[in-house]
């Protein structure tokens, strides 16, 4: 099974810039989507072999997440958000249920410039996220994916120095992280590449791609009892079409 996890930054623009190629020549089973910025009846384009559901954001043009799954693989079910009425508003979770595993695609919040969300991410999403997660897992394995918001570690940014306490590297977001391994999920990009000068988000600013002065905030994370499925974990950034590029999960079927 091959999974795909990428952050849009808006679906309708995206697909402007070749978003239909890059998913017929996917090969994926599960495409997850996050910073959609759309809600179905705005996106006219159809996703031939593929089903879409969606999870919008109830603000009009912001965040939202989706899941393109291949004609043939029919998920038991799938459903939206951690089950909180007021963490849910914004369209930051889509899970299915297939027959072996849930699949969930996640946007996390960013806490912003002067990290006005810091607070309500560190006391709020990240534990009431981490215990779905964990409660997923009772019944089956999990795999999640998506821009977590986060570099975990130095070797996850460009430039760790200046960027210390700023958002993306603050010490309650990397600790975060930290919990979600130490509740038992994989890092799995980290089990074939140990190294440094691996990112999934680049600033629009002239010539920044390019140097690859960049950011690792996307990833896959699995379930221990996935290790052995586990075949491929891939960053994509010679894919165009967004501030940030896919990544891949192959798990062995």
């Known amino acids: 099974m091959k999974i795909m996890s990428w952050n849009v930054n808006g679906l309708r623009a995206c697909i402007k810039k070749g978003f239909l190629n890059f998913l017929a020549q ?34 009009p043009g912001y965040s939202g997440t989706a899941l393109l799954i291949r004609d043939g693989l029919r998920p038991l079910q799938v459903f939206p958000g951690l089950g909180s009425q007021e963490l849910d508003t914004e369209g930051r979770v889509l899970t299915a249920e297939l027959d072996d595993l849930y699949v ?4 996390t919040p960013n806490v912003q410039r002067e990290l006005t969300r810091l607070e309500y991410r560190d006391q709020k999403w990240d534990p009431l996220f981490l215990k779905f997660m964990r409660t997923l897992e009772k019944r089956k394995p999990v795999a999640f994916c998506g821009d977590l918001n986060v570099s975990h570690r130095e070797i996850d ?84 079409g967004s501030d940030h590029c896919p990544i891949t999960l192959v798990l062995r079927d």
């Open 26 to 59: 996917s090969g994926a089973d599960v495409v997850c989507l996050q910073e959609v910025r759309a809600r179905p009846e705005q996106v006219a384009d159809e996703f031939p072999g593929f089903t879409m559901h969606w999870n919008p954001a109830q603000k």
């Open 157 to 240: 940014l460009a430039n760790p120095g200046p960027n210390r306490g700023n958002a993306g590297f603050t010490d309650e977001e990397r600790a975060g992280f930290d919990k979600i391994l130490k509740a038992g999920f994989i890092d799995t990009f980290r089990e074939f590449e140990s190294g440094g000068g691996h990112y999934t988000w680049w600033s629009n600013r002239k010539g920044v791609r390019e140097r690859n002065i960049g950011w690792r905030l996307d990833y896959f994370l699995i379930s221990e009892s996935l290790r052995p499925r586990l075949e491929a974990a891939e960053i994509r950034p010679e894919v165009m």
């Open 104 to 107: 969930s695609t996640v946007y």
